[in-house]
């Protein structure tokens, strides 16, 4: 939903919530921005300038667990199928038709005339050897782990084998670790963390590190119905917020990916900026590393989340109308996910739990990492809670020592990703930042893989939800919006509670 002036409305995927906007006075003083890219002209509403917080940490697929990364790699690739943004659910992108051969196989007939921004013509070899490619980084490991076998039946045909029952196979091939590159460069060592060469809606021009990257359209897009309207997009890098809110206030940037609370009121006053706030899917914690002697035991790690007030935490981060608490260790917006398990925020029940299991608490210090302003304020809430219970924390932007912990999260479109990204051993080393591994969740999550029938899933995503519940991997803070701040000249006409952005639908008004 956009939101104009004053109006601020907010509708969760279970009920509707009416904020009350929290005056913020901004800084007179204005910084200087950083030298803006050469491409940017105010008078050619055609092109699109977006101002990220983050950098990409790679723009090759399959190399990266990053969501900026992501919104890159969706620009330049496509997978076989992809995610519609109203229903959230798989459909065909580079696939034209599929059939199912049994419960496990497979075979997928590809669009015909597809082509690489190099000029290749797409064909089956092409998703052969980029699968082989992505199965080198543990980033895609967990969307290939169950595609067993994979081959090249003629140049249109792919066959999948994935030897079990498979209930996340077309999330799956949706995801930017099955995206398709060709083989052509990637049998001649081709860098694409440097120069991305896929089929998608944009082409890759350039990237400064640190300042930005230029896309142009890519005119021989294979699907005309989704090909971009935009003649060029640059990506911004302005991590500071308040940079972000003047440069969209004063046009240097046309579109603010990461609206933070401190710009939500300048935004909504301003005549030509549109505010978007839609329900989010984005679940985040602050991870404990299981490896740490002090997060090993259970009762260290309950009582750690019992003394941490979430209202407070998201208030110190200004995210107090841009999210909501959480005690769950699996969102609750899937069908499945529950509270039942967890706890509440009680320091008495805390410190009580300690004592009764001899734990003291002085022994338990440690560092928390947060790696943006957000983050660092919501430590320093998190330092003031624990010492109450007598726990020494310290807050930093880089981690000390080897006794830390650190602000995360995790965004997924299903339950069975969520738990499988950040709960099954298998992914340690990848998106299981927190080293978690309990033999219980890894057997119902692979149940939960193999059940085809829906009812019976469902239950066994309940079982998961309590159990990851009563086993504490992570401390729970909230889940997050999804807010966006645009010209208001600019036309959005498809938004994703996962934050997706679909910039090729994208376009300039008359």
Same mark, same amino acid.
């Given at each position: 939903?956009?939101?104009?002036?004053?109006?601020?409305?907010?509708?969760?995927?279970?009920?509707?919530?009416?904020?009350?906007?929290?005056?913020?006075?901004?800084?007179?003083?204005?910084?200087?921005?950083?030298?803006?890219?050469?491409?940017?002209?105010?008078?050619?509403?055609?092109?699109?300038?977006?101002?990220?917080?983050?950098?990409?940490?790679?723009?090759?697929?399959?190399?990266?667990?990053?969501?900026?990364?992501?919104?890159?790699?969706?620009?330049?690739?496509?997978?076989?199928?992809?995610?519609?943004?109203?229903?959230?659910?798989?459909?065909?992108?580079?696939?034209?038709?599929?059939?199912?051969?049994?419960?496990?196989?497979?075979?997928?007939?590809?669009?015909?005339?597809?082509?690489?921004?190099?000029?290749?013509?797409?064909?089956?070899?092409?998703?052969?050897?980029?699968?082989?490619?992505?199965?080198?980084?543990?980033?895609?490991?967990?969307?290939?782990?169950?595609?067993?076998?994979?081959?090249?039946?003629?140049?249109?045909?792919?066959?999948?084998?994935?030897?079990?029952?498979?209930?996340?196979?077309?999330?799956?091939?949706?995801?930017?670790?099955?995206?398709?590159?060709?083989?052509? *460069?990637?049998?001649?060592? #081709?860098?694409?963390? !440097? /120069?991305?060469? @896929?089929?998608?809606? +944009?082409?890759?021009?350039?990237? &400064?590190?640190?300042?930005?990257?230029?896309?142009?359209?890519?005119?021989?897009?294979?699907?005309?119905?989704?090909?971009?309207?935009?003649?060029?997009?640059?990506?911004?890098? *302005?991590?500071?917020?308040? #940079?972000?809110?003047? !440069? /969209?206030?004063? @046009?240097?940037?046309? +579109?603010?990916?990461?609206?933070? &609370?401190?710009?939500?009121?300048?935004?909504?006053?301003?005549?030509?900026?549109?505010?978007?706030?839609?329900?989010?899917?984005?679940?985040?914690?602050?991870?404990?590393?299981?490896?740490?002697?002090?997060?090993?035991?259970?009762?260290?790690?309950?009582?750690?989340?019992?003394?941490?007030?979430?209202?407070?935490?998201?208030?110190?981060?200004?995210?107090?109308?841009?999210?909501?608490?959480?005690?769950?260790?699996?969102?609750?917006?899937?069908?499945?996910?529950?509270?039942?398990?967890?706890?509440?925020?009680?320091?008495?029940?805390?410190?009580?739990?300690?004592?009764?299991?001899?734990?003291?608490?002085?022994?338990?210090?440690?560092?928390?990492?947060?790696?943006?302003?957000?983050?660092?304020?919501?430590?320093?809430?998190?330092?003031?809670?624990?010492?109450?219970?007598?726990?020494?924390?310290?807050?930093?932007?880089?981690?000390?020592?080897?006794?830390?912990?650190?602000?995360?999260?995790?965004?997924?479109?299903?339950?069975?990703?969520?738990?499988?990204?950040?709960?099954?051993?298998?992914?340690?080393?990848?998106?299981?930042?927190?080293?978690?591994?309990?033999?219980?969740?890894?057997?119902?999550?692979?149940?939960?893989?193999?059940?085809?029938?829906?009812?019976?899933?469902?239950?066994?995503?309940?079982?998961?939800?309590?159990?990851?519940?009563?086993?504490?991997?992570?401390?729970?803070?909230?889940?997050?919006?999804?807010?966006?701040?645009?010209?208001?000249?600019?036309?959005?006409?498809?938004?994703?509670?996962?934050?997706?952005?679909?910039?090729?639908?994208?376009?300039?008004?008359?």
């Amino acid at each position: 939903m956009t939101i104009k002036k004053k109006k601020a409305i907010i509708i969760t995927l279970t009920t509707v919530l009416i904020f009350i906007g929290v005056s913020i006075t901004l800084s007179t003083t204005t910084p200087q921005l950083p030298e803006q890219p050469r491409y940017h002209d105010s008078g050619l509403r055609r092109g699109l300038v977006v101002g990220t917080h983050w950098e990409p940490s790679s723009i090759a697929p399959a190399q990266h667990n990053n969501i900026i990364s992501s919104h890159i790699n969706a620009m330049n690739y496509n997978g076989l199928f992809r995610i519609c943004s109203d229903t959230l659910m798989p459909i065909p992108d580079l696939v034209c038709s599929w059939e199912a051969i049994s419960d496990t196989v497979f075979e997928f007939t590809l669009r015909e005339g597809v082509l690489f921004h190099n000029g290749d013509v797409l064909r089956s070899h092409d998703i052969v050897a980029s699968w082989i490619y992505a199965r080198n980084y543990p980033y895609a490991a967990a969307v290939h782990e169950r595609i067993v076998h994979f081959e090249a039946i003629s140049d249109a045909t792919i066959r999948i084998d994935t030897v079990e029952p498979h209930a996340l196979l077309f999330h799956d091939l949706t995801h930017t670790g099955n995206m398709i590159m060709p083989k052509s *460069l990637i049998e001649s060592g #081709h860098n694409f963390g !440097a /120069l991305a060469v @896929g089929t998608g809606p +944009f082409v890759f021009q350039e990237k &400064r590190l640190g300042n930005f990257m230029h896309h142009t359209v890519f005119e021989n897009y294979f699907d005309t119905e989704r090909a971009a309207r935009l003649e060029y997009v640059t990506w911004q890098v *302005l991590p500071d917020a308040l #940079h972000r809110g003047i !440069a /969209l206030e004063i @046009g240097e940037i046309d +579109f603010d990916i990461y609206v933070q &609370r401190r710009n939500v009121d300048n935004y909504l006053a301003h005549p030509d900026i549109m505010v978007s706030i839609t329900p989010g899917t984005a679940h985040h914690k602050l991870i404990l590393n299981h490896n740490v002697p002090q997060f090993q035991n259970l009762y260290v790690r309950r009582a750690l989340g019992m003394a941490i007030d979430k209202e407070a935490v998201l208030l110190a981060a200004g995210l107090a109308e841009l999210a909501t608490p959480t005690w769950s260790q699996v969102p609750t917006i899937f069908e499945g996910g529950t509270d039942e398990g967890s706890y509440s925020f009680d320091p008495e029940g805390a410190r009580a739990l300690l004592a009764k299991h001899g734990i003291d608490p002085a022994t338990l210090s440690f560092s928390i990492v947060g790696t943006n302003e957000e983050r660092l304020s919501m430590g320093a809430v998190v330092q003031t809670n624990l010492a109450d219970i007598g726990v020494e924390v310290t807050v930093t932007s880089v981690p000390i020592g080897s006794a830390y912990a650190a602000f995360g999260g995790f965004n997924s479109l299903t339950f069975l990703g969520y738990v499988r990204g950040v709960f099954l051993s298998e992914s340690i080393g990848s998106s299981n930042r927190a080293y978690f591994s309990n033999d219980e969740v890894d057997e119902l999550i692979r149940r939960a893989f193999a059940t085809m029938e829906h009812d019976e899933r469902v239950v066994i995503y309940h079982e998961i939800s309590r159990t990851v519940n009563e086993s504490v991997p992570h401390i729970p803070t909230h889940m997050s919006m999804v807010a966006r701040a645009f010209n208001a000249s600019l036309v959005v006409p498809e938004t994703s509670p996962t934050g997706a952005l679909h910039l090729n639908m994208m376009y300039w008004r008359e």
